[in-house]
């Protein structure tokens, strides 16, 4: 998606050329390219990139606690 908005900024760019309200059109490609790039992807990835991280510590924290042999009361 990201890609094709920027190819479109191009192509509008290059029309502008010829007739500047192109510009304007080109000029809310790039606005809309910056804006997906920089808010949905970015908050997806960090938010799965965190899920992952709790994931893979709750596997560890009931492997440490099956090894240890103890739950909450016994542990404390």
Request: charged share 25%; proline share 1%; net charge positive.
């Amino acid at each position: 998606m990201f890609a094709l908005l920027l190819v479109s900024f191009l192509l509008t760019a290059i029309a502008g050329l010829a007739n500047p309200v192109w510009w304007l059109a080109s000029a809310v490609l790039l606005y809309l390219a910056v804006r997906f790039r920089q808010g949905y992807l970015g908050y997806d990835a960090e938010y799965r990139a965190y899920r992952e991280r709790r994931i893979r510590q709750d596997r560890y924290d009931r492997r440490y606690r099956a090894e240890r042999g103890g739950g909450a009361a016994k542990g404390k």
